[in-house]
């Protein structure tokens, strides 16, 4: 009685059953069969899996765009810089400060290869008090630390009437101006005081200040007027510049 066993005759239960090589298995070797085809269930399944991931991605592409585009229309850390955009901010919170008459803007300045500076002339009316001409000028130092940014730094000049004051983001030293600016014009002969910066520019460093005072005084008293404002001035701003200008009217 001749048993068949495995990979004799014909198959019986309980032993291994040889596996059918397909054509792709038969030519290029086992493991090459070719892979079952999906059913429409998991078609539909793969289908709507790439739909979701193109719309996340298409998504994702669109916040990019737009922080991007918005970023280049108000500046990038100074690569896109909107000065006369700041001018117009500045004159804007400027003009709606209570005693200010008239904001005149200058021409920007371009300092470096995405940087500027810009200023303006604000002329505040002469019959406001010391109190309320101290507030504007916080107030525009105020203006000009909101406006400053991205590649422009805002700087503006008050025309308090008998004394200017050169206005910056740095309430500190703006407010020293002012100080100094009232404590010269106490000295005797003294009609006006300016109290800014240089023609080299705006600038918050006490060497780069420049403070002019009007006086009819001649000779000796024009020296003795000129060597105590200097005195002041550099017990304020070491190094500042002090020089003389008769009076405009």
Do not use: H
Request: glycine share 12%; net charge negative; with cysteine.
């Amino acid at each position: 009685m001749t048993i068949d066993g495995p990979g004799q005759g014909g198959a019986r239960p309980g032993w291994p059953q040889p596996v059918e090589a397909d054509d792709l298995d038969r030519a290029f070797g086992p493991g090459t069969a070719s892979v079952p085809v999906r059913n429409p269930r998991q078609r539909v399944r793969r289908s709507a899996l790439v739909v979701v991931g193109v719309i996340l991605v298409a998504g994702v592409l669109a916040v990019v765009l737009v922080t991007i585009i918005g970023s280049v229309q108000n500046g990038v850390g100074g690569v896109f810089p909107r000065p006369e955009a700041a001018l117009n901010r500045f004159g804007d919170s400027a003009k709606s400060l209570s005693g200010v008459e008239r904001v005149t803007d200058s021409k920007p300045t371009k300092t470096s290869f995405a940087s500027y500076d810009v200023e303006s002339r604000v002329e505040v009316s002469p019959t406001l008090s010391d109190d309320e001409r101290t507030a504007v000028v916080d107030a525009l130092s105020s203006a000009a630390d909101d406006t400053s940014g991205n590649g422009v730094r805002v700087f503006a000049v008050a025309d308090l009437g008998a004394l200017e004051v050169g206005v910056s983001a740095d309430t500190k030293v703006t407010e020293q101006r002012l100080a100094l600016a009232r404590q010269l014009d106490a000295i005797g002969g003294v009609s006006g005081v300016r109290c800014s910066w240089s023609d080299a520019g705006p600038s918050d460093e006490p060497a780069a200040q420049a403070v002019t005072v009007e006086t009819r005084g001649t000779g000796a008293v024009l020296g003795a007027i000129v060597g105590k404002a200097t005195q002041e001035a550099r017990a304020v701003f070491p190094g500042a510049t002090v020089t003389s200008a008769a009076p405009s009217s």
